[in-house]
T-cell receptor, first 109, second 113 residues
Framework: RKEVEQDPGPFNVPEGATVAFNCTYS??????FFWYRQDCRKEPKLLMSVYSSGNEDGRFTAQLNRASQYISLLIRDSKLSDSATYLC??????????FGQGTRLTINP | DAGVIQSPRHEVTEMGQEVTLRCKPISGHNSLFWYRQTMMRGLELLIYFNNNVPIDDSGMPEDRFSAKMPNASFSTLKIQPSEPRDSAVYFC???????????FGPGTRLTVT
């Protein structure tokens, strides 16, 4: 079993739709959590950190459930520019980030 | 401000040749990470440095891989000899020590024929 698991998709949704991604992690000692975004043939870029209380950044909302070891990302009013691969990332400690395989999202006009 | 800089951006080499990848972290960052990304295995941490000292190289696949960080602004990842299965995108990332957010360079796309 992989330490961080995501549905690889692809998710194809129309522009303006709301889309949600989920991620589970296996190491209960994981300390911090992130969503990264990776465009095709580009480097991963930090989208947002994920806090226990949940946090929002514009159209993006991230949630963390430590008891269930589950992380989510919600994108509202999706734009064409949101098309990318979204990587769930867990810091297991000692600065070691573990990346999920990513969920590919395509927003259609 | 300049981000993480990597060179070369693309490298095509023949099996058995030595390959050297280079990275310049963001100025002021004191942690540096080398990752490899393939379709099959995703993004994997190879090795990381804090204050130029290697901390964890457990992700380095085998003795053919080596990494150095002679100073705070430069690191190399060397593969000798290279093999076709080493073909991947190699990313360098940097961060402030103790912070979870890492900033990635544009990557080096390596093809070994």
């Amino acid at each position: 079993r992989k330490e961080v698991e995501q549905d690889p998709g692809p998710f194809n949704v129309p522009e303006g739709a709301t889309v949600a991604f989920n991620c589970t992690y296996s190491n209960s000692a994981s300390q911090s959590f992130f969503w990264y975004r990776q465009d095709c043939r580009k480097e991963p870029k930090l989208l947002m950190s994920v806090y226990s209380s949940g946090n929002e950044d514009g159209r993006f909302t991230a949630q963390l459930n430590r008891a269930s070891q589950y992380i989510s990302l919600l994108i509202r009013d999706s734009k064409l520019s949101d098309s990318a691969t979204y990587l769930c990332v867990v810091n297991r400690g000692a600065q070691k980030l573990v990346f999920g395989q990513g969920t590919r999202l395509t927003i259609n006009p | 401000d300049a981000g993480v800089i990597q060179s070369p951006r693309h490298e095509v080499t023949e099996m058995g040749q030595e390959v050297t990848l280079r990275c310049k972290p963001i100025s002021g960052h004191n942690s540096l990470f080398w990752y490899r990304q393939t379709m099959m295995r995703g993004l994997e941490l190879l090795i990381y440095f804090n204050n130029n000292v290697p901390i964890d190289d457990s992700g380095m696949p085998e003795d053919r891989f080596s990494a150095k960080m002679p100073n705070a602004s430069f690191s190399t990842l060397k593969i000798q000899p290279s093999e076709p299965r080493d073909s991947a995108v190699y990313f360098c990332a940097s961060s402030f020590l103790g912070q979870g957010e890492q900033y990635f360079g544009p990557g080096t796309r390596l093809t070994v024929t």
